[in-house]
């Protein structure tokens, strides 16, 4: 019971704190967005944004994902590799 | 491994589909909602429903273990590339070095359109390897 007691208010005092923060929160900035807006589909001619901007603007962050994804396929085929 | 008729034959009927449908996501990613992982993923869920319902050795005839591997490492390759090309040309490690041509067309947006196809193939052909991989093991 007194553990359940403590429990709840630790999540209380920890939901305050968190709602305190977001509340705080200044709103988004709008420079990039509007860049990305406006001037995207001129810059890398992409007619969506998000693709425009994950193999555009930042290709290099997806070559790491597939970099991520290639390890991830050598580890599974080395592990089956290793029990053979 | 054939313990259903409708499975079977459900699944043989589906699976066209889904890879056309994978295709379609990879190549009008730079238009719509979608994109070489989305594609690459939809691709690597027919061929895992073909594992599913068929076996992994029936499957492995149509996609050979061997050249599912040899296009992963050569899509990666060829990303690798495409990105060196840029740097020699002189807009960047993986710059646009192509023409953008007109917006909404399909082929269009210079190398995003090919390197959203390069990492279909790649995404599409690793998950159906990790997939072969773990279900292999089952059987």
């Known amino acids: ?84 | 491994m054939k313990e259903s008729e409708l499975v079977d034959i459900v699944s043989r009927k589906l699976v066209p589909f889904i890879l056309l449908f994978g295709c379609y996501l990879i190549s009008h990613g730079h238009l719509s909602p979608g994109g070489g992982f989305q594609g690459g993923a939809v691709l690597a869920a027919g061929i895992t429903l073909l594992c599913l319902s068929r076996g992994v050795k029936d499957t492995l005839r149509s996609f050979p273990m061997r050249r599912m591997s040899l296009s992963e490492s050569a899509a990666f390759l060829m990303i690798l590339v495409v990105g060196v090309i840029g740097l020699v040309l002189g807009r960047g490690f993986l710059g646009n070095f192509l023409p953008l041509g007109t917006p909404g067309e399909v082929p269009s947006a210079g190398f995003i359109f090919f390197l959203n196809l390069l990492i279909g193939l790649k995404v599409g052909t690793g998950i159906s390897l990790v997939l072969f991989t773990l279900l292999r093991e089952e059987e």
């Not at chain 1, 005092?13 to 705080?24: D, K, P, T």
């Not at chain 1, 001129?42 to 998000?50: I, K, P, R």
């Open chain 1, 1 to 84: 019971m007194k553990r359940t007691l403590a429990s709840l208010l630790l999540v209380l005092v920890l939901g305050a704190v968190l709602v305190f923060g977001v509340r705080q929160i200044t709103p988004a900035p709008e420079a990039l967005r509007n860049h990305f807006f406006r001037r995207g589909v001129e810059q890398t001619g992409s007619v969506n944004l998000v693709s425009s901007i994950y193999l555009g603007y930042r290709a290099f962050d997806t070559l790491g994902e597939t970099v991520v994804l290639f390890l991830a396929v050598a580890g599974v085929m080395a592990l089956q590799a290793g029990k053979q």
